[in-house]
């Protein structure tokens, strides 16, 4: 999209435009055909020149709740990245937050944490309940991640460009992990238009280049 059409036509832009305040500077990448990490780091490094709270969302998102920055501060007080939905443990073999496998089966629901709602208006299709919100995670979706800009720059995180538009998340969270860092989910009401691309050629293959990066 171009940013005209963004912000007039995917369900982030025109909900942002709504929610927005002075203190939010809002950054697209137009017609974009780069992978989310490469788009993501650069952000990353241009905000140790000007620090941020910085906040990593897909364009297919309604926000709902109008208080959402105040709620992501109030959860960067506790963790050193939120997102909305995560699970608290990791097994070997795992390749997305919720399932403990790559048959897509569904992790118990006492270790998954957050919730979020599906569909392209409000009231949404479904809500899906993983689990309480406010835990402390192993795992967080890549739909919604935020973090402080001198959080990442001082353990030197960074997205992995080898990734593109799949696994950038998990990746991530295990970078944070590795750090000694905290994720953690927190309520914040967002609306996901898109279920996710699994079992797609290119998400086996960023499955198996993630088992191999990690070992398990």
């Keep these: 999209m171009s940013h005209e059409d963004f912000m007039t036509k995917s369900a982030t832009g025109r909900t942002l435009r709504m929610t927005r305040h002075r203190n939010i500077e809002l950054i697209v990448t137009s017609n974009n055909r780069e992978g989310l990490p490469k788009v993501y780091n650069q952000v990353i490094r241009h905000s140790a020149q000007d620090p941020a709270t910085l906040v990593f969302v897909h364009d297919d998102l309604h926000f709902t709740d109008f208080h959402w920055c105040s709620h992501l501060f109030d959860g960067l007080e506790k963790f ?126 960023a499955a198996d280049r993630y088992l191999k990066k990690w070992g398990e």
Aim: hydrophobic residues 40%; aromatic residues 12%.
């Design 80 to 205: 050193d990245v939120v997102g909305v939905a995560g699970n608290v443990r990791r097994v070997p073999g795992q390749v997305s937050w919720p399932f403990v496998d790559r048959q897509f089966t569904w992790d118990d629901k006492q270790n998954l944490s957050g919730a979020v709602a599906h569909g392209k208006q409000f009231p949404p299709d479904m809500l899906s309940r993983f689990g309480e919100s406010r835990r402390q995670v192993k795992l967080l979706d890549g739909l919604f991640l935020a973090a402080r800009s001198e959080t990442l720059l001082n353990h030197g995180i960074e997205f992995d460009e080898a990734f593109d538009f799949h696994l950038y998340d998990m990746d991530f969270c295990r970078q944070v992990e590795q750090k000694g860092l905290r994720c953690g989910t927190w309520d914040i009401a967002l609306i996901h238009e898109s279920s996710g691309g699994f079992n797609t050629e290119p998400w086996r293959a």
